[in-house]
């Protein structure tokens, strides 16, 4: 650019022979010359400053843009999750053992064979209705030599108590001893103990004929026949005793659940519970905790509580497999997460979230396992970005890139 400079006042430079008039005017075209010149090397120099200046911004912009991608490159995909909030209750379910509020075996109280049986299973009875008849020739004989000696006895007592009376009269005359009046008077009193002793050998004896009706003993359903005509029967003075029949009364179902530990204090008497049944999907019944056992079984670490179901119908079995839906109090603030979404560290459990493209471990405090998920009782809100199945080499402060949206919180519950 200097030489161009150079050129051009050479070029305008006068000659010597020229006259001053010529002079003047080449003087003036000189300076139009240079104050051309001079303008258009301020444009260059503006011109290049601009071109320089775009460039600089391009190469800034440009290595923004490779931070960014070298930065996208190192960063690990993850998937995230929304915790979910726990309601005002949560629900826990049992398996429990329906079984009869009434179910009991039914002997036979005296000996002897068996005449006839009046029901069969599935039959519906009512109380003292006779289930079946048993003949018992022995106590019959029995029964008759008892009422024999109590006739006896009786026949006794009456000479005791005619002699004792005429010994107190000999008495009041002074013809007999205060002896012999002693004597009919003692006499009286062991053959009145005899006869006593007739009377309730006969009762007794009565009471085991009036067994030979096996009666029922409550309202209920033969469940099982366990004999037929002509079978022995033994009462079970020195022998175990056979079931004749078994009966069970199913108005109401009683329903046995083992509680886990950690919920037992949730569960307390008058709560009011939905329990379904195997033999009845889609259905619900309400029932209702009436009593538990008090104490932790040491072995399954679990409390036993009852649960009554009413079944005026009879509709409902007994011995069948049943759920039961209790109805748990949350803590208050809580969350639940999937059980994939935490990491166990040396310090406690974590959860990693994601804040601004970047991974934070943040300690949880945990509260109920429900299996596939937990709660989490402080350090989650439902707001969080959680990451799902987060790996085990993930650090505090890792960048990472969210490839899935939340999923529904509601989803991810059991």
Same mark, same amino acid.
């Given at each position: 650019?200097?030489?161009?400079?150079?050129?051009?006042?050479?070029?305008?430079?006068?000659?010597?022979?020229?006259? +001053?008039?010529? @002079?003047?005017?080449?003087?003036?075209?000189?300076?139009?010359?240079?104050?051309?010149? &001079?303008?258009?090397?301020?444009?260059?120099?503006?011109?290049?400053?601009?071109?320089?200046?775009?460039?600089?911004?391009?190469?800034?912009?440009?290595?923004?843009?490779?931070? $960014?991608?070298?930065?996208?490159?190192?960063?690990?995909?993850?998937?995230? &999750?929304?915790?979910?909030?726990?309601?005002?209750?949560?629900?826990?379910?049992?398996?429990? %053992?329906?079984?009869?509020?009434?179910?009991?075996?039914?002997?036979?109280?005296?000996?002897? =064979?068996? $005449?006839?049986?009046?029901? !069969?299973?599935?039959?519906?009875?009512?109380?003292?209705?006779? /289930?079946?008849?048993?003949?018992?020739?022995?106590?019959?004989?029995?029964?008759?030599?008892?009422?024999?000696?109590? *006739?006896?006895?009786?026949?006794?007592?009456?000479?005791?108590?005619?002699?004792?009376?005429?010994?107190?009269? /000999?008495?009041?005359?002074?013809?007999?001893?205060?002896?012999?009046?002693?004597?009919?008077?003692? @006499?009286?009193?062991?053959?009145?103990?005899?006869?006593?002793?007739?009377?309730?050998?006969? +009762?007794?004896?009565?009471? /085991?004929?009036?067994?030979?009706?096996?009666?029922?003993?409550? %309202?209920?359903? &033969?469940?099982?026949?366990?004999?037929?005509?002509?079978?022995?029967?033994?009462?079970?003075?020195?022998?175990?005793?056979?079931?004749?029949?078994?009966?069970?009364?199913?108005?109401?179902?009683?329903? =046995?659940?083992?509680?886990?530990?950690?919920?037992?204090?949730?569960?307390?008497?008058?709560?009011?519970?939905?329990?379904?049944?195997?033999?009845?999907?889609? *259905?619900?019944?309400?029932?209702?905790?009436?009593?538990?056992?008090?104490?932790? !079984?040491?072995?399954?670490?679990?409390?036993?509580?009852?649960? !009554?179901?009413?079944?005026?119908?009879?509709?409902?079995?007994?011995?069948? =497999?049943?759920?039961?839906?209790?109805?748990?109090?949350?803590?208050?603030?809580?969350?639940?997460?999937?059980?994939?979404?935490?990491?166990?560290?040396?310090?406690?459990?974590?959860?990693?979230?994601?804040?601004?493209? *970047?991974?934070?471990?943040?300690?949880?405090? &945990?509260?109920? @396992? =429900?299996?596939?998920?937990?709660?989490?009782?402080?350090?989650?809100?439902?707001?969080?970005?959680?990451?799902?199945?987060?790996?085990?080499?993930?650090? %505090?402060?890792?960048?990472?890139?969210?490839?899935?949206?939340?999923?529904?919180?509601?989803?991810? *519950?059991?």
């Amino acid at each position: 650019m200097s030489n161009t400079i150079i050129e051009s006042e050479r070029e305008v430079r006068p000659a010597p022979e020229r006259s +001053r008039s010529s @002079d003047s005017q080449s003087a003036v075209a000189n300076r139009g010359m240079r104050r051309k010149v &001079i303008i258009g090397t301020i444009a260059g120099f503006a011109a290049l400053s601009a071109a320089v200046s775009v460039s600089i911004r391009s190469r800034v912009a440009n290595e923004a843009t490779w931070q $960014r991608a070298a930065l996208d490159s190192i960063a690990a995909p993850v998937n995230i &999750i929304h915790p979910a909030a726990v309601s005002a209750s949560d629900e826990l379910s049992l398996p429990g %053992d329906a079984q009869a509020y009434r179910d009991t075996p039914v002997y036979a109280r005296t000996s002897g =064979y068996l $005449r006839s049986w009046k029901v !069969d299973i599935g039959a519906h009875v009512k109380e003292n209705d006779v /289930l079946a008849e048993i003949e018992t020739p022995e106590l019959d004989q029995q029964l008759d030599q008892a009422e024999a000696e109590l *006739k006896n006895a009786q026949a006794n007592l009456e000479i005791a108590q005619l002699t004792a009376g005429r010994w107190e009269r /000999l008495f009041k005359k002074d013809t007999v001893s205060q002896q012999e009046r002693d004597q009919a008077a003692s @006499d009286l009193s062991a053959k009145q103990a005899l006869v006593n002793s007739s009377e309730a050998n006969v +009762r007794r004896l009565k009471n /085991l004929q009036a067994f030979e009706k096996v009666r029922a003993p409550f %309202d209920g359903v &033969i469940t099982a026949r366990n004999t037929d005509v002509g079978a022995l029967i033994q009462a079970g003075d020195n022998t175990a005793p056979k079931e004749l029949f078994h009966i069970v009364s199913a108005q109401v179902l009683r329903i =046995y659940v083992s509680v886990p530990e950690i919920h037992a204090a949730s569960v307390k008497p008058d709560d009011l519970v939905q329990v379904s049944f195997a033999a009845f999907p889609g *259905k619900e019944y309400q029932g209702k905790v009436v009593r538990d056992a008090g104490s932790i !079984d040491s072995h399954s670490r679990t409390l036993n509580v009852e649960v !009554d179901v009413e079944n005026p119908q009879g509709s409902l079995f007994s011995g069948g =497999y049943s759920t039961v839906h209790f109805r748990l109090p949350a803590t208050a603030g809580s969350v639940t997460i999937p059980a994939n979404t935490l990491l166990f560290r040396a310090e406690g459990p974590r959860a990693a979230v994601v804040q601004n493209g *970047k991974a934070h471990l943040i300690p949880v405090r &945990i509260g109920h @396992d =429900y299996g596939n998920s937990v709660e989490v009782v402080a350090g989650l809100t439902a707001k969080d970005d959680v990451i799902i199945d987060p790996s085990d080499s993930l650090s %505090d402060g890792d960048p990472v890139v969210v490839e899935a949206k939340p999923a529904d919180p509601a989803k991810t *519950k059991t």
